[in-house]
């Protein structure tokens, strides 16, 4: 089944209304507050796994770099004994100027002359004009117009700063002298790793997600630098396999805290939760000024703290609905990266897709601003005028209640209700998919589309991370080089018998099927499958009767391929005899068995 006609077009994250679940009365307001009070005390006797470690031991050597001599000596006057500074001076290709800084190390150099790398205690500076050697620092300041380094969240020790912060910026690194130690956020698998096989690259989500570009290709797998992984994030969300997991909290961790936060929320006889995912840093203020609101609607707002919003995505968005709760919320604030705000986006279409085709309505899932804490009100009554739930830095004229669909509002404009469904009691336990798998077929068993026919598959949009493959039976010789390379396990050959199969609840669509194919047999699809056998299913996509070894009789190749060969070779000057095409129907060690006799070697 494609999705239904009314639910073709998505909406944008931004404009996507909050459809209200259950709504209560503002009688149930004290309720629902008593009810969030034992919610919250289950939330805190949740345990967190602990996860390993990364260190930093920087001493006191300051790199300044800048391209305005002026600013740089400022730096390095202000850094004085506390900090031993070398200057960095950036000049135009055709600036002459050399005036050294006293009393410290000081190099010349136009842009393209720098390569520096590293983090705090382990800053590289390489200088093409100085050849091959390298100079290391502790800390870098940074006063360029254009920052040397241009990641959305520089490396720890790194900072930038302009004429007016100079001092304050000397004062914070020079905090930043001894050893520090952070939590290793996540875990990464190269075994399930669709970045790329055999030469091919196909997933680069990890890599564009990252803000900090601590994610690099080693071309058939990636490597994270944990010296410069800060905890964003949305390595884990992007990731299609579960190959890259954030480790601290876990999914499953945060996934089990929703889980009791919930249930001890429905069991104090709250009504229509609203999880509220929010940062430890800039949301935090806008998470306690919502719940400090007296409006019904703050009344049902459940908090969850996290390091970074974008460390949790689809697989525990449609998991906390599963659990019971009638919407998600994602604070937004200044300061998100852009790259962290793509992956939510795109998983927020995708999830609002999914959800729509089992007929549940339209933005269940949304963006909230923290600058908008008093209005909880009137974005969940639908009254609001002006839209709070627009990306902080793409603010937009449009009434936030701009309907995405006419199913999706009730004749009086209203938003339409999420219907109620049994909580799901289950732990989310196993990888990224089964987590994800789980929730939606909880929730599709409750849906109003569940009575659909089992080959019901909902369309979903180009690089969705769930579908079919399509083989071209006339170009397939089963060579089975698809199944050499997918990561996943979704192609899959036949054992004894030559036979491409096919389980479509494995494939993340990554593509390296239709790389690595000779022939140009195979297509990928996206899609996703509503019914859990279907989806599981092992298909057939080809298979072909094996074709034996005239001497040995072993099998060794299919029929077709055979077949194919005598038509390419037909004519060829090396097999004009018939001794030399009968040799096309051995094996390779009869074939060499068949040479020596011949005293052909």
Not at 312 to 327: K, N, P, Q
Not at 525 to 552: G, I, K, Y
Not at 556 to 575: D, N, Y
């Amino acid at each position: 089944m494609s999705a239904p006609a009314s639910r073709t077009q998505s909406t944008s994250p931004a404009q996507r209304p909050f459809l209200d679940a259950r709504r209560p009365t503002r009688a149930d307001a004290s309720a629902n507050r008593a009810a969030r009070t034992q919610a919250l005390e289950a939330l805190a006797a949740s345990p967190v796994q602990a996860t390993g470690l990364v260190e930093y031991d920087a001493g006191n050597r300051l790199l300044v770099v800048g391209d305005d001599p002026v600013l740089v000596e400022r730096a390095v006057r202000a850094a004085g004994t506390r900090l031993q500074a070398s200057a960095l001076v950036i000049l135009a290709a055709d600036d002459a100027w050399r005036a050294p800084i006293a009393g410290v190390t000081t190099w010349y150099v136009t842009r393209a002359d720098i390569d520096l790398q590293g983090w705090l205690g382990g800053f590289r500076l390489r200088l093409a004009s100085q050849g091959d050697g390298e100079a290391r620092f502790d800390q870098v300041l940074d006063l360029c117009a254009t920052p040397l380094l241009g990641t959305e969240l520089p490396p720890p020790g790194y900072l930038s700063a302009d004429e007016t912060d100079i001092e304050d910026r000397i004062e914070t690194l020079t905090d930043l002298v001894g050893q520090f130690e952070k939590p290793k956020y996540f875990r990464y698998n190269a075994d399930i790793c669709a970045h790329g096989m055999k030469g091919a690259t196909a997933c680069t989500r990890c890599i564009d997600a990252c803000p900090a570009g601590a994610v690099t290709s080693l071309v058939e797998r990636v490597r994270v630098e944990p010296h410069l992984c800060q905890g964003g994030g949305a390595c884990a969300t992007a990731c299609p396999t579960g190959a890259m997991t954030y480790s601290y909290p876990s999914v499953e961790d945060s996934l089990e805290r929703v889980r009791r936060m919930l249930r001890a929320y429905h069991d104090a006889g709250g009504e229509a939760p609203l999880l509220l995912i929010h940062d430890n840093e800039g949301g935090a203020d806008g998470a306690q000024a919502m719940l400090a609101n007296d409006d019904e609607a703050s009344s049902r707002l459940l908090p969850l703290a996290v390091e970074e919003v974008a460390s949790l995505g689809l697989e525990a968005w449609l998991t906390a609905l599963a659990y019971g709760a009638s919407g998600v919320w994602l604070m937004d604030r200044p300061g998100i990266p852009r790259g962290s705000r793509a992956a939510i986006d795109e998983q927020l279409v995708l999830a609002d897709d999914i959800l729509g085709g089992m007929g549940y309505p339209s933005g269940v899932l949304a963006w909230v601003r923290a600058d908008q804490a008093g209005r909880v009100g009137e974005f969940v009554s639908g009254t609001a005028s002006q839209p709070i739930s627009e990306p902080i830095s793409e603010p937009s004229p449009e009434p936030i209640w701009a309907p995405a669909t006419d199913q999706s509002t009730a004749p009086n404009g209203t938003p339409a209700p999420m219907p109620a469904i049994d909580p799901a009691r289950h732990a989310a336990i196993g990888d990224k998919r089964q987590i994800l798998f789980q929730a939606i077929d909880h929730l599709y068993a409750q849906s109003p589309n569940r009575d659909a026919p089992a080959d019901t598959a909902l369309d979903l949009p180009t690089g969705a991370p769930f579908g079919t493959t399509l083989v071209d039976k006339q170009a397939c010789t089963l060579c089975m080089a698809c199944v050499t390379v997918c990561p996943a396990k979704a192609l899959q050959h036949g054992q004894d018998v030559p036979q491409l199969r096919f389980r479509e609840s494995n494939c993340v669509q990554c593509g390296l099927c239709e790389q690595s194919c000779p022939e140009r047999a195979i297509s990928i699809s996206p899609r996703l499958l509503l019914d859990t056998d279907a989806r599981n299913a092992v298909r057939l996509l080809n298979e072909d009767a094996p074709f034996h070894c005239l001497s040995c009789g072993s099998a060794f190749a299919t029929k077709s391929v055979i077949g194919r060969m005598e038509q390419r070779l037909a004519g060829h000057s090396m097999f004009s005899t018939s001794a030399a095409r009968r040799r096309l129907q051995l094996c390779g060690d009869c074939r060499v068995a068949d040479m020596m006799q011949a005293g052909e070697l």
